[in-house]
């Protein structure tokens, strides 16, 4: 009796928090049909949800098979959904509470925030040399050249290049510790720090390293007593291994990369060993947390920080060029829009998120998925939500400068500078043409945005064919000296450059052409070798006729091998992005035998040929070898293929 009443009770309190649970959710989303007010853009907050399902069913299972995406306003998660699947084979669904999504960069974001709280308690000064905060032996193997400050980082105006090597490990095993790290993978500092902004992870996990030496920490256990736990952010965790939260784990979804023949193909979770950089998994409503936490009511204090003026000063704009502000606030990116909009987009190797606030309002939209490099429900709901800046296509001004003074070609300052993947930079160049007086296109391969010019070559953006353009290259303002384009300023990390005099168009041509000639010679010459053995194997030589013919055959298998060697290293790459060093290491130093092969290969069948009696076919294809192997080595050598560290 007592079992069945004890049997009675318990189902009836399970009936209860059944229904308790749906009530509250029911309740929540009729007083979501209550609400009143409007998004940035205009639509009616009562209207929005729709809104918002009829533009993402337009791009899942087509773009990613799972998302995530939270609406904060005036303090509160107004909206909190899920959408697809966060474990395709397994049809798990997302909840927007429980699923853990890779945020990426957006946990740059977080690294900010962590610097701005030491500079509120005066341990951290914007303006002062890194190295000041940096243990002396450590500083001293960074071995800069300039002096680099916080605020340097924070605009991604250090002076660094890219570094596309050990971004990303795909299991436990390829981590580094944080210090290791920046010592291996150090990015060449190779333009003047705050001239321009070129997007630097290293920038960003330098920064938390900084952190983490002030204060005496792991700075993964930093943002977690200091931010995280803070605001509440129990589903979230900043070490890359989950070493402090793996419950984590059973909720995080599967990554995915698009698959060019439809759907999806399973893809790996990433490990960074650069981990304020981008590392921070979570859910959607965790991170719509720290949304609310920078968007208080007027004159009201963050939760993260001891008064209000500190988060004033994050928001403020920071990188300066020519006296405006362009650009980026204190590591936040500034988007156009009806609106003042800041934040911060991510990516990793299978997951993509997007952050969006406008402070003015006390908006703000998250947006996590979980495929690769997906841009149209990132971009376009937040273009749906926030609305874009209508720029008119005729600007009443009638002195500004011909269109045509901006004509060329044009490559980023983040790129491989100093490393033998600067080639492939070069490859893909931005390319301005002037449509009339007034009217530019910037273009990338078949991308492109077109721009109207609406005071002396100060550019604005009136239509795109792809939403990066939208929200990485809103405005160019182009910088001037002696009559031509010395900079493409942009700020937030995507200022574009003119050519560098050794890296012309005409050195560009001539470096394609070097390739498409030594390519073909070089993969056609041994068949002919073979032939032509074959054909004279009855045929007696003289003894320096056989050594000519050895050291010759010598210089054709050198190139060969030699052009072989550095396409596998390429293909290598192009087959998978997140390679580390180590891996493609060994081609490189392949190179330096194999120059030293072709020299004495050269030197002795020069000798030899002194010594024979040649057709003049077979001079001229002696030299052309000799010829195309000194341009390739030139052109492997000027392209970085002999650098080695």
């Known amino acids: 009796m007592i079992k069945r009443i004890e049997l009675i009770l318990t189902v009836s309190i399970i009936m209860f928090l059944t229904v308790f649970g749906l009530s509250t959710k029911l309740i929540f989303a009729a007083e979501l049909k209550k609400i009143n007010g409007e998004t940035p853009s205009g639509i009616p907050l009562n209207e929005m949800e729709e809104k918002i399902d009829q533009y993402v069913s337009k791009y899942l299972d087509k773009t990613t098979p799972g998302a995530a995406i939270a609406v904060v306003k005036d303090g509160q998660i107004i909206l909190s959904k899920g959408y697809g699947y966060a474990d395709v084979e397994k049809q798990i669904s997302v909840d927007p509470s429980k699923t853990v999504f890779e945020w990426g960069s957006i946990s740059k974001l977080f690294t900010w925030t962590s610097a701005m709280q030491l500079v509120e308690q005066g341990k951290l000064d914007l303006d002062e040399d890194i190295k000041t905060y940096l243990p002396s032996d450590f500083a001293k193997k960074l071995n800069f050249q300039q002096t680099v400050t916080m605020r340097d980082l924070m605009n991604h105006a250090a002076g660094f290049g890219d570094y596309a090597f050990n971004t990303i490990a795909f299991s436990k095993d390829g981590l580094f510790p944080l210090e290791e790290a920046l010592l291996l993978d150090k990015s060449k500092q190779y333009y003047k720090v705050g001239t321009a902004s070129s997007y630097s992870n290293y920038g960003a996990s330098l920064a938390g390293y900084v952190v983490e030496c002030i204060s005496k920490q792991p700075f993964h256990d930093y943002e977690r007593e200091h931010l995280f736990n803070v605001l509440e952010m129990n589903n979230t965790t900043g070490n890359t291994t989950f070493d402090d939260n793996k419950k984590l784990l059973e909720t995080k979804a599967k990554g995915y990369l698009p698959n060019p023949e439809g759907g999806f193909i399973l893809g790996n979770w990433s490990y960074v060993s650069h981990y304020p950089a981008g590392s921070i998994n979570g859910t959607v409503e965790d991170l719509a947390k720290y949304a609310i936490a920078i968007t208080p009511e007027k004159g009201q204090k963050s939760p993260m920080f001891d008064n209000s003026d500190t988060l004033e000063t994050m928001f403020s704009p920071s990188y300066s060029l020519d006296g405006e502000m362009v650009g980026t606030a204190h590591g936040f990116f500034e988007y156009v829009g009806e609106y003042r909009t800041i ?40 273009e749906l939500l926030i609305g874009k800046k209508h720029t008119e296509s005729k600007v009443p001004y009638l002195k500004l400068p011909s269109s045509n003074e901006v004509d060329g070609k044009y490559v980023p300052f983040q790129r491989q500078e100093g490393n033998f993947l600067e080639f492939a930079n070069y490859q893909n160049l931005y390319t301005v043409s002037a449509t009339n007086k007034n009217e530019i296109t910037m273009s990338l391969g078949q991308y492109k945005g077109t721009y109207v010019q609406t005071k002396p070559y100060y550019y604005e953006l009136v239509k795109e064919n792809f939403p990066v353009f939208r929200n990485a290259y809103p405005i160019l303002q182009f910088k001037m000296e002696e009559g031509k384009v010395k900079q493409i300023i942009v700020g937030h990390g995507m200022d574009l450059s003119e050519l560098p005099p050794d890296r012309t168009i005409p050195v560009l041509i001539a470096s394609v052409l070097v390739l498409l000639s030594t390519t073909l010679y070089f993969l056609i010459a041994p068949l002919f070798l073979l032939i032509l053995k074959f054909k004279n194997r009855k045929k007696q030589l003289e003894l320096e006729d056989k050594r000519f013919n050895f050291y010759y055959s010598m210089l054709i298998l050198c190139g060969t091998i030699t052009f072989l060697n550095n396409l596998i290293c390429i293909t290598r790459i192009m087959m998978n992005k997140f390679r580390t060093f180590a891996e493609v290491k060994p081609h490189l130093l392949l190179n330096y035998p194999l120059l030293v092969c072709t020299v004495i290969a050269a030197f002795f069948s020069i000798k030899y040929m002194r010594k024979i009696v040649s057709s003049k076919k077979r001079k001229v294809f002696y030299f052309l070898t000799i010829t195309l192997l000194t341009l390739l080595f030139a052109l492997l050598i000027g392209w970085n293929f002999f650098i080695v560290v």
Do not use: C, Y
């Not at 996590?368 to 971009?379: G, K, V, Y």
């Open 343 to 382: 934040g911060h987009g991510g990516n990793t190797a299978t997951f993509s998120s997007q952050f969006t606030i406008v402070p003015e309002e006390r908006f703000g939209i998250v947006i996590l998925t979980n495929a690769s490099a997906e841009m149209d429900i990132l971009f376009g709901v937040q």
